[in-house]
């Protein structure tokens, strides 16, 4: 309880001086290895207690009343990078994770449209990434802020897909563009018959509402080739790569670009 009240009190210190910061997961295109987009994850790095997990310190920000804070600084670094990579010559659509709770309120719009303009990243290559969408309470609200972060010319994603409750309703009533295969279903797909089902469902729901099926969570090369046998087109996890730093990200763009040696197969 101490630890986690000394943790709140230092949020926005540790925004401020560093300790938090942002880690990078590319998306690649199955087919290719083509890197087609990062995800920003945050991290704090505490000087005593080291790596705090962000699901546990998101826990913390939220009950000291600063996902807002925290999600504007995400929000910044992630199209700050996103120009970055554009100024090396990488021209990568940047994903930030959205709490669905920050839909109660139309403040979001505000944040997200202030940030791209004093960044002037391109809004079309930012995606936001709704977390926790069974946390949303009014539907027809967040319909709404969805629609106008949508007109700023965002791509909006359903996170987590198949967990928790709700999830076809927020689907059907919500204008996802993308959605991401929950890595519950995608871990065990391998040698679960069932898993296997439901994310071929998925991957065939995706076609039929002509949106962006993400699968994540892809741990080793077996599942990546399923998922390529499957019509899967976009993948994450850590077959493919961690959460990197910005430098990692460029490396693994020119890496992939390379033409294949010759003789390789
Ligand atoms: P998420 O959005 O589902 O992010 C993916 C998480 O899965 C990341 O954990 C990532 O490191 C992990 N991951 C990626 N590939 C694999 C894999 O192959 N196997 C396994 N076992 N895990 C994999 P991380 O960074 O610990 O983040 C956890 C969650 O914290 C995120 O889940 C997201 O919900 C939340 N989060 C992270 N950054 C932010 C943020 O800036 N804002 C908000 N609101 N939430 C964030
Ligand atoms: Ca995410
Ligand atoms: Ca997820």
């Known amino acids: 309880l101490i630890w986690n009240i000394s943790l709140q009190a230092r949020i926005d210190a540790a925004l401020s001086n560093g300790e938090i910061y942002l880690a990078y997961q590319p998306k690649i295109m199955v087919q290719t290895g083509e890197i087609v987009g990062a995800e920003s994850l945050v991290r704090w790095e505490d000087p005593v207690k080291g790596h705090i997990p962000p699901d546990y310190f998101i826990r913390q920000c939220e009950t000291a009343g600063r996902m807002s804070q925290l999600t504007r600084f995400v929000l910044e670094e992630a199209c700050k990078a996103g120009n970055a990579f554009e100024a090396e010559g990488l021209h990568l659509p940047i994903a930030v994770n959205i709490s669905a709770t920050l839909?109660?309120?139309?403040?979001?719009v505000t944040m997200v449209s202030d940030v791209l303009d004093k960044t002037g990243f391109d809004p079309r290559r930012l995606t936001l990434e709704i977390t926790e969408t069974f946390r949303i309470s009014n539907l027809d609200l967040a319909a709404e802020i969805?629609?106008?972060l949508k007109a700023l010319g965002t791509k909006i994603?359903?996170?987590?897909?198949?967990v928790g409750a709700a999830s076809l309703e927020a689907l059907l009533r919500l204008p996802f563009s993308e959605l991401k295969i929950d890595r519950?279903?995608?871990?065990?797909?391998?040698?679960?018959?069932?898993?296997?089902?439901?994310?071929?469902?998925?991957l065939q729901m995706g076609k039929d509402l002509r949106i962006i099926v993400v699968a994540e969570g892809v741990e080793d090369a077996g599942t990546l080739t399923l998922l390529r046998d499957s019509g899967c087109v976009v993948a994450q996890g850590f077959a493919i790569?961690?959460?990197v730093t910005f430098d990692k990200i460029l490396e693994y763009h020119r890496d992939s670009e390379k033409p294949p040696k010759e003789g390789m197969v």
Do not use: C, Q, Y
Request: charged share 25%; glycine share 8%; proline share 8%.
């Open 103 to 108: 839909l109660h309120e139309r403040s979001i």
């Open 157 to 162: 994603s359903m996170d987590d897909f198949g």
């Open 146 to 148: 969805l629609g106008e």
């Open 184 to 202: 519950m279903f995608i871990a065990p797909m391998t040698n679960d018959p069932k898993a296997l089902g439901i994310v071929k469902s998925v």
């Open 241 to 243: 790569s961690r959460p």
